[in-house]
């Protein structure tokens, strides 16, 4: 070209419109900071994926280790079911289930207290407008962001404990935890792990218009909460009684219904020795399998 | 052959000085880990960014089996997860990346803050984080809804009741999220589309005026 070598940058002026470099390339300034400062590039940025390498490593074991929760689709008349949002919102939730936040209060735990909070997050450098930077020279800030992560932490713990709870007194499994069960049960003995997006398919009743058993099936309420098909509530962990009779013997069966499971209340002052008896054997005969 | 490339194109374009910009900066002594171990603290920006990349590139791959219709969102995160190939790790990923994406904002916030890094002149560049650190939570709020299981499902119908008990605006904002009078197909359409366009453009934007602040005024000095 212009200089006979082509490797050689050309800087076009006149009619061209690029700008004429006037030493836009300047030199690196290494003198703002005392002490050993380091090039970006290379130096520093090869280092940097060193360590993000190593953080990328690790980053999939735990997702291999611990794959992503999912539970059974989404039922909107399911009503037993326990909301629990992502662990970082738990500390508002938490806040809006205090009195003094909620009910005719609720504008200071939606808006007031948040709203100070991140508001005044959002405009830190406003209301700290001294020049100190260290944290124990600026006590207000610094006491100021202490407590309010001590109250994140305490609120969220109080949050997962009461969730915690709330899942053993109602004898909930969480729906991700039960899929994830019922898929390694189905491996252990050989079979294709239950489809969640398929109805499972119905048992039919055996001896289905026995009048005695529908007459102490209606005395005790076992249809309201094993459903009126008896298919069970698989949201609300609540098994089906289709089928049952290949899950357990009569003799489980009457020990369930006289003293209760889980969930599921005892009825041995409600019925008769003699009408769980007739229950347990019509239950036992329930099999997918004749 | 390279260079050669590079010349046509910079004789035409003048690109150099846009990277020069980027790449010639120094990493002063109190930011470099392999001078003072304790440092550390001021790695967390990078890897809050590091781990938004991998949310925005194990997303991009999410969306292509991932259906945001009400009948068959819920089948296509399961058949993602459990047919197909590495689909569980892609969604892994995605998954634990957005809690991990908090934990790194939070203690690079943390860490700013404590170092008083965000008095003069660098406010601009605190607000700036505050409204990311905010659009995160947004994208962590209507990505929870997207697999339409039940835990989704019902996270959201609470969170949309207590957007709901704000003042004044509050059934604005509930209609205005759920799209309708209940938790339903339109919810999930338009959690997808402000999951999946919306906050992450603003996201890219306010990240993009994050960088450029911090290169034009650098970083802050030893304390």
Not at chain 1, 205 to 217: G, Q, R, Y
Not at chain 1, 242 to 266: F, H, Q, S
Not at chain 2, 114 to 139: C, D, H, Q
Request: net charge neutral; with cysteine.
């Amino acid at each position: 070209m212009a200089h006979g070598n082509k490797n050689e940058k050309v800087v076009y002026v006149g009619d061209s419109r690029v700008r004429k470099p006037g030493g836009a390339t300047i030199p690196p300034d290494y003198t703002s900071f005392p002490g050993r400062s380091e090039a970006f590039i290379p130096n520093f940025l090869l280092k940097e994926w060193m360590v993000g390498c190593v953080v990328l490593v690790g980053f999939l074991v735990l997702t291999i280790a611990h794959p992503a929760p999912l539970g059974y689709p989404a039922n909107p008349t399911n009503s037993a079911f326990i909301p629990i949002p992502d662990w970082y919102f738990l500390f508002l939730y938490q806040l809006l289930k205090y009195p003094w936040v909620s009910g005719s209060y609720v504008a200071w735990g939606v808006v007031g207290i948040p709203g100070v909070a991140f508001g005044s997050l959002l405009l830190a450098p406003f209301l700290d407008t001294g020049k100190e930077r260290r944290f124990y020279r600026r006590p207000i800030a610094t006491a100021l962001m202490l407590l309010s992560l001590v109250s994140c932490y305490y609120l969220t713990k109080v949050s997962w404990d009461f969730y915690q709870h709330e899942l053993e007194i109602t004898g909930t499994i969480p729906e991700h935890t039960v899929r994830e069960e019922k898929a390694r049960e189905a491996a252990a003995a050989g079979k294709e792990p239950p489809s969640a997006t398929k109805p499972a398919e119905a048992v039919e009743l055996v001896d289905a218009d026995n009048a005695e058993v529908k007459s102490i099936m209606e005395k005790a309420g076992c249809l309201t909460c094993h459903a009126t098909d008896l298919k069970g509530q698989a949201g609300a962990n609540i098994p089906a009684l289709r089928g049952v009779g290949d899950l357990l013997t009569k003799e489980e069966l009457a020990e369930i219904i006289t003293n209760g499971k889980d969930k599921m209340p005892a009825f041995g002052t409600d019925l008769s020795a003699e009408e769980i008896g007739t229950l347990a054997d019509w239950l036992a005969k329930q099999k997918a399998t004749e | 052959m390279f260079k050669s490339v590079y010349n046509w194109i910079d004789e035409r374009l003048d690109v150099t000085p846009l990277w020069r910009d980027v790449a010639d900066h120094e990493v002063p002594e109190h930011v470099n880990p392999a001078h003072h171990f304790s440092a550390f603290v001021y790695c967390f920006g990078g890897l809050t960014f590091f781990i938004t990349v991998i949310q925005i590139l194990s997303g991009m791959f999410l969306t292509m089996y991932y259906v945001p219709d009400i009948i068959n969102a819920y089948a296509s995160v399961d058949y993602l997860q459990h047919k197909v190939p590495f689909g569980s790790i892609v969604r892994g990923m995605h998954h634990w990346g957005a809690s991990l994406v908090i934990v790194m904002m939070f203690l690079h916030t943390l860490r700013v803050f404590f170092t008083g890094s965000y008095k003069a002149p660098r406010e601009m560049n605190w607000v700036v984080g505050m409204l990311i650190f905010f659009i995160m939570l947004g994208l962590g709020f209507t990505g929870y809804l997207l697999p339409w299981d039940n835990k989704a499902y019902f996270a959201t119908k609470v969170g949309i009741q207590i957007a709901n008990s704000v003042p004044y605006i509050g059934e604005y904002i509930k209609i205005f999220l759920q799209g309708g009078e209940i938790v339903g197909a339109t919810t999930l359409t338009r959690f997808f589309a402000i999951h999946v366009f919306f906050l992450p453009g603003a996201l890219l934007a306010l990240l993009a005026a994050h960088f450029l602040m911090i290169r034009k005024q650098g970083i802050a000095g030893p304390l």
